[in-house]
């Protein structure tokens, strides 16, 4: 059985999309980790969250920036949004917690307007060892995701 990040690049390659996978020798937990092999300024990460109608949403932010729920759940005209546990993770994206790349099953897909700053960024590689290099135009049209402001304004991302 191929690993998650072999079966993401085979999605990608099957679709077109330019990508490049970076491995780490260890899992890449924080966001300082990542940023010994790459740009911190291009590292996005795609959350799953949960509405309260039980559905599934990605958001798509940089990777210093934090998601506001408020704006989400006015966006969805939803009553609540929480973030997907462990297990949601990986039922309703295909990935581990950790690994969660942009192109995966869940239709909605939210992605803040910073993300387009960089011409590419690096995702979740499938894989918590792995990051992928990805064109950010194609995250916004293979995954048809709105671009929408999610970011928590209340925060300096450059503190």
Known sequence: MPSYSES??????SKGV???FIEFSEPVKTVEQAGRKVPVDK????????????????????AQSRVSFRKIKKLLAVRDVRLAGAEEVLKFSGFPAGGVAPFNPIKTVLLDPTVLTNESCFVGGGDVDKLLEVKT??????????????????QDEFR
């Open 43 to 62: 590292i996005v990460k795609s959350i799953v969250l949960i509405d309260s109608n039980d559905n599934p949403v990605l958001a798509i932010l940089r």
């Open 137 to 154: 135009r194609d995250i916004v049209e293979v995954m048809q995701a709105r671009v929408v402001d999610i970011r928590d304004d209340r």
């Open 8 to 13: 993401l690049g085979n999605l990608l390659d």
């Open 18 to 20: 330019w990508h490049r």
